[in-house]
């Protein structure tokens, strides 16, 4: 048998890339990384990625799988071995699948849409309806440790955005959206997630996540003031 190649296309801030990078460290899975210029797309990415053109991208052996979350189902049952992203039991496997994807389609939505507004009424509205994805969350968690219970698992992976990008937000922007007092659950969570040491180790440097998304929110908000003009 050849050996086996792995690799990943991915950004160095990308957070779905990032949900790769802890499974495949977790599976302790040797792999190459290739971090793309999404404004200059090398033609590579395109070839295994010619639909949505986008990182994250894995490439094992001669064949590719795109988006994360189908990544992450990729690596758990091509190996098998310890630890288990998903769980074995049917329901749970499928309420794990429901809040990954709720995180993806409705949490991480309304964080950004409040994040990408200016002082006023539409940001104020956009934050409530981020504030309230949040609270389903919280339910979720309490009383355990992690999403998964006392291990890792696919719900805190594609939640793990949340232990990083939400403290940058709220230094931008000065809404606060995961407080102590206020979300017990999730704030207990984001702590004990960030200290997990494949976690730890492969946050991007939060200086730069500042300055990027500082600049995206500034261009966005440029933008919709001069169609406004």
Known sequence: MGEEVVKLFRTWSSPYALRIVWALKLKGIEYETIYEDLSNKSEALLECNPIHKKVPVLLHNAKTIAESLVILEYIDETWTHSPN???QDPYQRATARFWAKFGDTEVLPSIWDAFTKGPGKGQEEAHSRALEKLMWLE??????KLFGGEEIGV???TLGWLANLVSVFEEITGLKLIE???SPGLWGWMEAFAEIPVVKENWPPRDKLVAKFHAIRQTILSKEAQTDQ
């Open 85 to 87: 992203l998903l769980p």
């Open 139 to 144: 339910e979720e968690i309490k009383g355990k």
């Open 155 to 157: 719900v805190d992976i």
């Open 180 to 182: 102590q007092d206020k």
